[in-house]
């Protein structure tokens, strides 16, 4: 999800983690490429991913192993909450976020606003193996525009409120970046119902430990408390960050046997990544990381 890299030969996939770093994947097929109103687009077929979306150059999501980010990215908080009944995606436009929201049993209404119409046609036709028909489902909403207009207008002007409002961005660059921004995220948190919580990733510590250690701090002067939490995502290349940010809701406060109750009882099943000693397992920083985002 950072600089792609330039003049790879053909079948061979490349991109930049960093300006002096990056990995590549090779034997891919391309499907479908193209240009939206917004960005540059392409669906790839490869062997060791399965069709995988990439948008700008940049890599997105893929067939087997789009689970390492959703799962977390969603259950993390929303194991926490008593009772997630409401919940906002802001991009997500492959439905994999709201197709894990889904397995919640009391969830009632997902609006995703999606900036770009072309990601979620290319997501029903190529990636339903990322969504499983979350994108129509009856629950889900599909609003195409603008997220900031969307918090920032639509949503007050609608009393809508939100026990979940999920960051599911491209980097915090070009047409995303006013996203990542301390009075974005504060407009956020005036949409959250009470006990609520944002949840979004913040880039790789190793190759992006500024953009981290910023992003984190804007979260805090914002929220009461924050959980930042990381996980290894292959498809990015790197140690990858994610956050749960709240003035109430702490998802390190469960234990392993807990969340796992928790999971069974709300009778979430077939997850492939998170546990309940996954979620405890996550906070736990090494020295180097507690360093970067003291």
């Known amino acids: 999800?950072?600089?792609?890299?330039?003049?790879?030969?053909?079948?061979?996939?490349?991109?930049?983690?960093?300006?002096?770093?990056?990995?590549?994947?090779?034997?891919?097929?391309?499907?479908?490429?193209?240009?939206?109103?917004?960005?540059?687009?392409?669906?790839?077929?490869?062997?060791?991913?399965?069709?995988?979306?990439?948008?700008?150059?940049?890599?997105?999501?893929?067939e087997r192993d789009e689970f390492y980010y959703h799962e977390n990215l969603i259950h993390v908080p929303g194991?926490?909450?008593?009772?997630?009944?409401?919940a906002l995606i802001l991009g997500g436009g492959d439905g994999g976020s709201a197709d894990e929201l889904l397995k919640y049993p009391g969830i009632e209404?997902?609006?995703i606003a999606e900036l770009d119409a072309k990601v979620v046609e290319l997501s029903r036709r190529h990636l339903h193996a990322v969504h499983h028909g979350a994108l129509d489902d009856?629950?889900?909403?599909?609003?195409?525009?603008?997220?900031?207009?969307?918090?920032?207008e639509d949503g007050p002007a609608a009393g809508e409120r939100y026990d979940l409002i999920v960051l599911d961005l491209t980097d915090p660059v070009g047409p995303a970046e006013a996203l990542y921004a301390a009075d974005f995220f504060a407009a956020c948190k005036a949409l959250l119902a009470e006990g609520g919580a944002l949840t979004l990733h913040i880039g790789t510590p190793v190759f992006q430990p500024e953009r981290v250690r910023e992003l984190v701090?804007?979260?805090?002067?914002?929220?009461?408390?924050l959980r930042p939490y990381f996980l290894y995502i292959p498809l990015?290349?790197?140690?990858?960050?994610?956050?749960?940010?709240?003035?109430?809701?702490?998802p390190a406060a469960l234990g392993a046997?807990?969340?796992?109750?928790?999971?069974?009882?709300?009778?979430?099943?077939?997850?492939?990544?998170?546990?309940?000693?996954?979620?405890?397992a996550q906070f736990a920083l090494p020295n180097h990381l507690r360093a970067l985002l003291a």
């Not at 629950?139 to 918090?151: A, L, N």
């Not at 990015?236 to 702490?250: E, I, P, Q, R």
């Open 217 to 225: 701090d804007r979260l805090r002067r914002v929220f009461a408390k």
């Open 109 to 111: 209404r997902i609006v």
């Open 138 to 152: 009856a629950r889900v909403e599909v609003r195409i525009g603008d997220g900031m207009k969307y918090v920032h």
């Open 257 to 280: 046997e807990e969340v796992d109750r928790r999971l069974a009882t709300r009778s979430i099943r077939e997850l492939q990544h998170f546990n309940g000693a996954v979620h405890c």
């Open 1 to 62: 999800m950072s600089e792609p890299l330039l003049d790879v030969p053909e079948g061979v996939l490349a991109e930049l983690v960093s300006e002096d770093a990056g990995y590549f994947l090779r034997g891919a097929r391309l499907l479908e490429a193209g240009r939206s109103e917004w960005q540059t687009y392409e669906v790839w077929e490869t062997p060791r991913f399965g069709k995988l979306f990439r948008l700008d150059g940049c890599f997105m999501t893929s």
């Open 236 to 250: 990015y290349g790197s140690l990858w960050g994610m956050a749960c940010a709240s003035d109430t809701l702490d």
């Open 79 to 86: 194991v926490a909450h008593p009772g997630l009944r409401r």
